[in-house]
């Protein structure tokens, strides 16, 4: 645990999130609320495939499933790969597959994940107000 880092989040709160007029407890809580939202930069073809809907793989060309396919088996895939968003889109333009495909964009997180802490946990916070 960085203490200076939740130091410094608790003492300047700078996400106005009320630090100073928390308990131990409460300041504990609201770093673990998974409130914020980030861009991804990776994900899995396993992710893909996942968010891939049976019917509109099914009405892709033979040559765009081999492409589909390919694409899940690159292994790590970049969000925002300019060649691969690209085909994507074209894959399933207006489709239930696509909204899934621009769901995997972004990330819903806690502000202790966002700031590096991990698991901020009710000692912590006593250790970084008293320390």
Do not use: C, W
């Amino acid at each position: 645990m960085n203490i200076t880092i939740l130091r410094a989040e608790l003492t300047d709160d700078p996400e106005t999130r009320g630090y100073s007029g928390m308990s131990d407890v409460q300041a504990a809580a609201s770093f673990a609320t998974l409130d914020r939202e980030r861009n991804v930069t990776t994900v899995s073809g396993q992710e893909i495939f996942e968010a891939a809907v049976a019917a509109d793989y099914a009405a892709l060309s033979a040559g765009d499933r081999e492409l589909f396919l390919a694409i899940v088996g690159m292994g790590t895939i970049l969000v925002n790969g300019t060649n691969t968003k690209a085909a994507l889109t074209t894959m399933f333009a207006a489709t239930l597959t696509l909204a899934n495909l621009a769901a995997l964009q972004t990330e819903t997180v806690s502000r202790a994940t966002e700031l590096g802490l991990g698991l901020v946990k009710v000692g912590h916070i006593q250790e970084a107000r008293n320390g």
